[in-house]
């Protein structure tokens, strides 16, 4: 079972900023860094934003993160069509000494 | 080009054991933690054990515990995940993944492969 939750969907249209929340516990993202990743339908996933807010060489600026206590933030800027897909957020969890992933966003774009 | 390959997946009884690899290749594999996620049909992501540069050190996810075991050879650039006592809520793709950036911890996976599919039935 998964212990960090996100609301199951988000949506927006093109151009506009979409927020996906991610919120876990002081074992886990209390106290460890938070991931991001992005899973297009029928591909493996892809690392979006590591260690809360960085952006890997080739993520569109257009992305971004944030962590504040024991949650976290995904956002998506100037929305695109391409970017229809799975969002999963993922820290390690001290006490149960494993990482762990949110439940998942399917983030729709209208 | 940095690369992770799967394999050896495919369809097994339940109370039975299977064995995937993961060839790795363009990186220096020894350097990294690496991991194996899974997700089942439908289903989120489920991380499932990661492993030291050395063998050292190994994690599991509670619900694979006694079960299965994560193992790497550095000189074959190769990870694997002994399966064994499969259930039908083992019935995923499972995914080998490089840990980067922290070498522990807080790393992230940053490279993955194309998955390989585990199906339990009879």
């Known amino acids: 079972q998964s212990v960090l939750t996100q609301p199951p969907s988000a949506s927006g249209t093109p151009g506009q900023r979409v927020t996906i929340s991610c919120s876990g516990s002081?074992?886990?993202?209390?106290?460890?860094?938070v991931n991001w990743y992005q899973q297009l339908p029928g591909t493996a996933p892809k690392l979006l934003i590591y260690?809360?807010?960085q952006r890997p060489s080739g993520v569109p600026d257009r992305f971004s993160g944030s962590k504040s206590g024991t949650s976290a933030s995904l956002a998506i800027s100037g929305l695109q069509s391409e970017d229809e897909a799975d969002f999963y957020c993922?820290?390690?969890?001290?006490?149960?000494?494993?990482?762990?992933f949110g439940t998942g966003t399917k983030v729709t774009v209208l | 080009d940095v690369q992770l390959v799967e394999s050896g997946g495919g369809l097994v009884q339940p109370g039975g054991s299977l064995r995937l690899s993961c060839a790795a290749s363009?990186?220096?594999?020894?350097?990294?933690?690496m991991t194996w996620v899974r997700q089942g049909p439908g289903k989120g992501l489920e991380w499932v054990a990661c492993?030291?540069?050395?063998?050292?050190?190994?994690y599991y996810v509670d619900s694979v515990k006694g079960r299965f075991t994560i193992s790497r050879d550095n000189a074959k650039n190769s990870l694997y995940l002994q399966m064994s006592s499969l259930r039908a809520e083992d019935t995923a793709v499972y995914y080998c993944?490089?840990?980067?950036?922290?070498?522990?911890?807080?790393?992230?996976?940053?490279?993955w492969g194309q998955g390989t599919m585990v199906t339990v039935s009879s």
């Open positions: 492993i030291k540069q050395d063998g050292s050190q190994k």
């Open positions: 002081s074992s886990n993202i209390g106290s460890n860094t």
């Open positions: 993922a820290a390690w969890d001290d006490s149960l000494d494993g990482f762990v």
């Open positions: 363009g990186f220096t594999f020894s350097s990294y933690w």
């Open positions: 260690s809360n807010n």
């Open positions: 993944a490089r840990q980067a950036y922290y070498d522990g911890r807080d790393d992230a996976f940053d490279i």
